[in-house]
């Protein structure tokens, strides 16, 4: 084994290896509550959706570290979930706008992750990604991490609609799920500060723990205890569902749509992109493993985190991508892909704790809407969420705020993806607004063709739906 990781030229043990690889699953373990839970707002079964993440996490791991000997592991990105919710299947959307089914979304993500294989094997992959300006990458990152926020603090209870402000505080009085969040977020705040391992899973159970007693002591609506362990089910309801969205996305992609769908598949390739790079340089940074500013391995880490993006996609779960939250592990002492196959172990056994799984992303229910539908919020995912979007402000920082072609485009992405809630629209606003800008400036040559491409492309894309009445 020694031999294989080359753990002792590597300068670590077998047993910092394993120790590395339990903290890294530790700090991204909260996926396991938050994917469900997200997923399940399009319509997909929780338990299905829980053995797809598991699986076809555990499978890139270890490709990740049989292939690129990284210690990375990998998992359903934060980001690309919302994405296939919100903006792909257009859960939330306005009646009218362009949504496709979860079946057809896991034949977009499955059909990219193949596309990611390929730009993977011949090198086109990074250079993609390098073609793309910062200001844009930075205010991408902070956008989604903004609406992802904003998704928490609805789930938290801590805002509500408003007919003249469109959204407002939520009535605090008797509010004991915005009571419980923040209980959440003050134990993940406090434990954060102190560099606790798996500090996010440990705020989810404890707020899990309380949002329990609170039932119990007080009898407001919380969670029923539903056991810790138990058979996983629920795989058949996801895995291949796919198969039946490739005929009608294939229908879509050559009639009157193609352009939104060629549109989602950039959005979903472009953030694979960004997720995975960014990931990959920051950890190998910190593990000492770059030469001369490169990656050596980087195309075998590249096409392990797209082959568990196919993987995923078939099996019933969105985008899956290298996780920052390894960079624990690598702190840890991990320094080889045997910390990662440790990690994507643990993901794997992780599927027997279905029914914790379903007693946290199950939501509690606090009233119920005219037709009757109840009404659910999620007081022990929210601050998990608000916290992982909080992380992803901080790319604002590399915006070059002194030059106006530079900074604005990065500010119109970073609102327009929460104030229209669609990542694609922000996105869409960001490559035509820079495009705009150099263009208007005199500075044409200072923005990449593939920028003027897609910008095109939207700008098209918004024209047709406009003419054609799909868009209003």
């Given amino acids: ?58 499978a890139a791991c270890v490709l990740m570290g049989l292939l690129a000997n990284y210690p990375i592991a990998l998992a359903p990105g934060m980001g690309e979930n919302f994405f296939f919710v919100f903006t792909l299947c257009g859960v939330g959307a306005a009646a009218g706008v362009f949504r496709l089914t979860w079946p057809e979304a896991l034949a977009l993500t499955a059909a990219t992750g193949a596309v990611f ?50 959204v407002t505080l939520a009535r605090l009085e008797g509010n004991h799920v915005a ?36 039932g119990r002591l007080w009898g407001v609506p919380a969670v029923e205890y539903q056991g810790v362990v138990g058979t996983p089910t629920g795989l058949a309801a996801t895995a291949g569902a796919l198969w039946s969205g490739c005929a009608s996305l294939a229908d879509k992609l050559i009639g009157p749509h193609a352009l939104e769908v060629i549109s989602f598949a950039f959005v979903l390739l472009f953030m694979d992109l960004f997720d995975t790079v960014g990931t990959l340089v920051g950890v190998a940074s910190r593990a ?27 099996l019933g779960t969105s985008t899956v991508t290298s996780f920052i939250e390894s960079i624990t592990g690598v702190a840890g002492g991990a320094r080889t892909g045997l910390a990662a196959i440790v990690a ?41 969420v608000i916290i992982v979007g ?46 705009f800008g150099k263009l208007a400036t005199g500075r044409a040559r200072q923005c990449p063709t593939i920028v003027y491409v897609f910008a095109a492309l939207f700008v098209a894309q ?6 054609s009445g799909t868009i209003h």
């Fill in 288 to 314: 000492g493993l770059m030469r001369d500013g490169k990656l050596p391995r980087a195309p075998h880490a590249l096409a392990a985190d797209a082959a568990g993006t196919v993987a995923g996609g078939l």
């Fill in 1 to 58: 084994m020694a031999s294989l990781f080359q753990i002792r030229t590597r300068g670590s043990t077998v047993g910092r290896e394993v120790v590395g690889g339990l903290t890294t699953f530790m700090a991204m373990s909260y996926i396991l509550f938050v994917q469900p839970a997200v997923l399940k707002q399009a319509g997909m079964d929780e338990g299905g959706v829980l053995m797809a993440t598991c699986i076809a996490s555990a």
């Fill in 117 to 166: 294989l390929l730009l993977s094997t011949v090198g086109l992959r990074s250079m993609l990604l390098n073609a793309i300006p910062d200001a844009l990458k930075s205010g991408i990152a902070a956008g989604i991490g903004l609406f992802i926020a904003l998704i928490g603090f609805q789930w938290g209870n801590f805002i509500q609609g408003h007919p003249a402000s469109l």
């Fill in 462 to 467: 918004y024209a047709v739906g406009i003419v």
């Fill in 344 to 384: 994507g172990v643990c993901m794997l056994a992780a599927m027997w704790f279905q029914p914790l799984v379903r007693m946290i992303g199950g939501g509690v229910q606090i009233g119920t809407t005219p037709a009757g539908a109840p009404i659910l919020r999620y007081p022990m995912i929210a601050p998990a």
């Fill in 179 to 214: 009571a419980l969040t923040l209980l959440g977020l003050g134990v993940t705040l406090a434990l954060q500060a102190f560099h606790v391992r798996g500090a996010i899973l440990i705020g989810i159970l404890a707020t899990t723990a309380a949002t329990w007693g609170a």
């Fill in 390 to 435: 909080s992380m992803m402000i901080r790319a604002m920082r590399e915006v070059e705020w002194d030059d106006v072609t530079e900074a604005l485009p990065a500010f119109l992405v970073m609102v327009s993806i929460p104030f229209t809630f669609s990542i694609a629209t922000g996105i869409a606003v960001g490559f035509v607004s820079y495009a």
